[in-house]
């Protein structure tokens, strides 16, 4: 079974992954880690538990570029709570990693204030879809970048 080295995630987010007791990669991390870091759609299923939202979130720490302040990565969610857990392991996971911005937007908190940190350079966004359509329709928001750069590279969003 390979480490996650050997999937392609870097030594500072192994540092950490190693510093919560994460040592081996779970089956659903082994199976997609390697083919969302090739830049291919995955759909992945698995129990509660397993890692699924490690196996997305690492490859997306792997490609944001901390130079761009543009959105690089969006990930939607149902709930606010789930919005809230991601984002949680999200920044765990950068503790060891400079630059990387997360925020996440959903229902039930303080609009302004989400539009005050949606102001500064955030990298990574995690929303519900009702508090996002409210972002695009007020402008506060911006995907354009990310939305065209996944078009002309021929990649598609992670």
Do not use: W
Request: proline share 4%; net charge positive.
């Amino acid at each position: 079974m390979p480490d996650f080295l050997q999937l392609g995630i870097r030594k500072e987010i192994n540092h950490t992954l190693k510093s919560l007791g994460i040592e081996v990669p779970t089956s659903i991390q082994e199976r997609t880690i390697p083919s969302v870091l090739e830049g291919k759609d995955v759909i992945a299923k698995a129990q509660t538990g397993t890692g699924k939202t490690l196996a997305f979130v690492l490859p997306i720490l792997e490609k944001i570029d901390v130079h761009k302040s543009d959105v690089q990565a969006l990930i939607l969610t149902p709930t606010r709570e789930l919005a809230q857990q991601i984002s949680k392991e999200i920044k765990k996971m950068i503790e060891n990693i400079d630059g990387v911005n997360v925020l996440a937007v959903y229902g039930g908190q303080d609009v302004e204030h989400q539009l005050k940190k949606l102001k500064g350079a955030r990298h990574i966004v995690v929303a519900t879809p009702g508090r996002l359509l409210d972002h695009i329709r007020r402008r506060t928001i911006d995907l354009s970048a990310f939305l065209s750069y996944k078009v002309t590279k021929g990649n598609h969003p992670v």
